[in-house]
């Protein structure tokens, strides 16, 4: 089946003749103009081989919801267009087809469906909207009883990698590992106390990627005016306002800072590189991401979806010592680009343009690198512990080759016991990636997919092939084993796992370090305005983002917008206030109030706050003063 769609400001359109013989006769009413303004055009055109209608129905509806969140287009317009295709099905067909598209989509809230009449020659008129998304073109083919939805316009589709094709066909063994390292089969596991672990080795081994209902956090995101789509760009590429960019930017700071401590040289590097490079393509084929390609001076460019190709060239350059081993390179890449397919997008947790720390390696030989690999697995929990998840709120992975595993035992089963419970193993007769062992901590959402967070590999391939080498203490030159660890994951990962561990949860709190205001004072009346706007100066210089809601409610109507904005803590500002600076604090969550002095407050929230990364108010300090972005 051939799509194109179109979003459009309007179109209008009237049957004029009948262009098939035996389809039926239009009446009176049918025969005349439509106009629909603010549309989504589809056009389609259904063929021959669309055999298996069930699927072809329910990708197209899917297709369709799909594009309609992309443009914020709920008009939408089935129209029959032939010219798709020179091998299309019969008539009858084609009508199932739509009829039954027509019936799905008019179901679902806020849609507005209009078909167009088969079989008819029509006139019709319509204006294209110019944004990036208003046509795109899309195939939906049946392969194996599966349907599977492809873009054909628009945007430049990467060829698959090789590592990528073999990901489709992989085999692979799964067990549970215990920490007292027993193999459990995967199936027959007692999942009784671990019902995350449950959902999370059985997407894993379902191995499907595609969005089946949307997670919490993209509601939760739009509605705290954190990030939102971007409708003029590609899918996948976020809008982040004041609040969510401060949210970004504190968790950058602080990853970066705990690399740094633990010893990672931060370098830059550039967003594309050249696909023909003779080293570069190579491990564009071992690595499993597709590739955004552009083309410039008459060369093709594909824009890195990771760290390494910089990090490597700049290590293939370098003179390095094995006392200078190990080495470690860092960079948090603002961007990495992968094109994902379109089914896969969902928010924050899985996007095409994404802010990922990446620090690696280069270790002398194994002893050396399972070593390293033991501190790095100790600076991912606790990064992520103070980022504000604990080791129950995820899942672990473990990936390895059997070969790996029937020499290091001892290894793997450290990793179990270090995580203090039982995680999920993928095991492989043969190695079909660049590395020999690699481990994910997951994070299980409101819709039970999971996304991989902190992670760390161990590369047996690269050092040779970007002729990475460093001299060792017998005077030789040899190759480096290469750790690719990324302490946190994606940023935007982890502000989707906050977010997603505050619904379910039912907190509906980021952390205090993360929270675009942590105190908001409470005028009881536009008396105490100026007295409330002096106290938040005080606090703000001290280190406590502090605003406060001057409008002219309510103090029982501030008090909800508060809990609304997820404010951790707010304080009524009166006259004893005034003349005591006694504060009656109220604490998100918390029925009781407490009764605290100013000193005693602004110490209770600087323990809150400890070391983490602070910056100022995103916002103005007044609430009257602030745009509101959705």
């Known amino acids: 089946m051939k799509i194109l769609s179109l979003h459009t400001d309007y179109i209008q359109f009237k049957p004029l003749k009948k262009a098939v013989k035996n389809i039926k006769e239009l009446s009176e009413k049918e025969k005349e103009p439509k106009r629909i303004e603010e549309a989504l055009i589809i056009m389609t055109a259904v063929e021959k081989s669309d055999t298996d209608l069930d699927a072809i129905v329910k990708e197209l509806v899917e297709t369709v919801k799909d594009i309609s969140h992309q443009v914020k287009s709920k008009n939408i317009v089935l129209y029959p267009y032939a010219h798709l295709s020179s091998d299309l099905a019969s008539p009858e067909v084609a009508i199932e087809v739509l009829d039954r598209a027509e019936k799905e989509l008019s179901r679902i809230k806020g849609f507005s469906v209009t078909k167009a009449p088969f079989g008819y020659y029509k006139e019709f008129e319509l204006k294209v909207k110019g944004h990036p998304l208003s046509e795109l073109s899309r195939e939906i083919k049946i392969e194996g009883g599966k349907t599977k939805a492809s873009k054909k316009s628009i945007e430049k589709t990467s060829d698959e990698t090789e590592a990528l094709k073999a990901e489709k066909k992989l085999h692979s063994y799964w067990y549970i590992m215990t920490p ?251 190695r079909p990636f660049y590395f020999i062992l690699k481990y994910e901590l997951n994070f299980v959402d409101s819709v039970d997919k999971a996304a991989a967070l902190s992670t760390d590999q161990i590369d047996v391939e690269n050092a040779e092939r970007y002729g990475i080498k460093f001299t060792d203490k017998d005077n030789k030159r040899k190759y480096p084993l290469i750790l690719h660890c990324s302490p946190s994951g994606a940023v935007e990962r982890i502000i989707y796992s906050l977010l997603e561990k505050a619904e379910l949860s039912g907190s509906h709190s980021l952390p205090y370090w993360l929270s675009p205001t942590q105190l908001r004072l409470l005028p009881i009346s536009d008396n105490y305005n100026d007295v409330a706007v002096e106290l938040a100066k005080e606090f703000n210089s001290r280190g406590i983002r502090t605003d406060v809601d001057d409008k002219a409610e309510t103090t029982n109507k501030k008090i909800v917008e508060s809990e609304k904005e997820w404010i951790p803590f707010t304080v009524l500002v009166g006259d004893k206030e005034v003349k005591e600076e006694i504060f009656m604090l109220r604490e998100r969550n918390k029925k009781a109030l407490e009764k605290v002095s100013k000193e005693v407050l602004i110490s209770k929230l600087k323990n809150l706050q400890k070391d983490m990364p602070w910056n100022s108010l995103p916002l103005d300090m007044l609430i009257s003063k602030r745009p509101i972005f959705v």
């Open 180 to 430: 007292d390292r027993k193999l459990h089969d995967i199936g027959k596991f007692d999942y009784s106390k671990y019902d995350n672990l449950k959902k999370f080795a059985f997407h894993e081994k379902a191995g499907t990627r595609k969005v089946v209902k949307e997670p919490a956090h993209i509601k939760i995101m739009r509605k705290l005016q954190l990030v939102d789509h971007e409708p003029g760009s590609d899918s996948g590429n976020l809008r982040y306002y004041p609040k969510g960019r401060l949210v970004k930017s504190l968790i950058e700071e602080y990853v970066t800072k705990r690399v740094k401590e633990y010893g990672g040289m931060e370098v830059e590097t550039p967003l594309m590189y050249d696909i023909n490079h003779p080293t570069l393509s190579k491990y564009l084929q071992r690595f499993p991401a597709r590739q955004y390609q552009i083309e410039s001076d008459k060369r093709n460019f594909f824009l890195r979806f990771a760290a390494c190709f910089g990090q490597f060239l700049i290590a293939k350059d370098a003179s390095i010592s094995y006392k200078d081993l190990p080495m470690k390179l860092y960079e948090l890449t603002r961007y990495s680009f992968r094109r994902e397919q379109t089914g896969e997008l969902a928010g924050l947790r899985r996007l095409r343009a994404f802010t990922m720390p990446d620090v690696h390696a280069f270790c002398a030989d194994l002893k050396q690198a399972i070593d390293e690999y033991k501190i790095r697995f100790r600076l991912c929990l606790s990064v992520l512990e103070n980022i504000g998840l604990q080791k129950d709120d995820v899942e672990m992975a473990i990936r390895f080759t059997k070969d790996f595993y029937e020499h290091n035992k001892e290894f793997v089963g450290w990793l179990v016991r270090e995580i203090g419970k039982p995680v999920l193993i993928e095991m492989w007769d043969e």
